[in-house]
């Protein structure tokens, strides 16, 4: 070990390791964060309209996803949270590698999207329910036509600009989303600064 002198005398090479062990140490710390605590991401496009607007920037808490994989198993989000998952539809050529909808549907649940209603069926609601009557944000009428039961391990996901053809969803083309491809939950609008909110 090098003794104080030592190190007085040659104080450049130590600087240039402190400073790299520091650098390093910045860099492993940011990545075990986005990683397992948040993240943060942009918003592209008006699938989200009014709740979210082209360029905002949220915060993505992903302890409760870290937290279920700790135990082994799948994060389900509650129905009306506003979540991050990874497009299970993309492709080279796309830039939307992550998307943000609501959650609508939980597993084994019967959706039924029908003259701008969407109708959710299960044990507690056999007679169905309307998800979006407890929700602010959702446009109204909701387009488009399912009658499908989300499969185990999935979730049923909208835009809440749902008038037209705004929303790449669950209703089209997206289809039931993998709950090992969620991110974790919208907590926070950082950006415009005008807009803070949280979720």
Known sequence: MFDATYRHEHKTPFDIIYFLAFLAAIIIGAVLINTFIFRSFNVIGPSMEPTLQQNDRLIVNKVPLTWAHL???????????????????????????????????????????????????????????????????????????????????????CGDNRIGMHSLDSRDGLGTIPLNDAEGQVTFRMYPFSRLRGF
Do not use: C, M
């Open 71 to 157: 135990q082994g198993k799948d994060w389900l989000p509650e129905r009306g949270q506003v979540i991050i998952f990874k497009n299970p539809a993309l492709v080279a050529s796309r830039l939307d590698e992550y998307i943000v909808k609501r959650v609508i549907g939980l597993p084994g649940e019967h959706i039924v999207v029908h003259n701008g209603t969407v109708t959710a069926y299960n044990r507690d609601h056999p007679g169905g329910f309307q998800p979006d009557a407890a929700l602010r944000g959702p446009q109204s009428p909701t387009s488009g036509e399912v009658d499908e039961t989300v499969p185990d391990g999935h979730i049923f996901v």
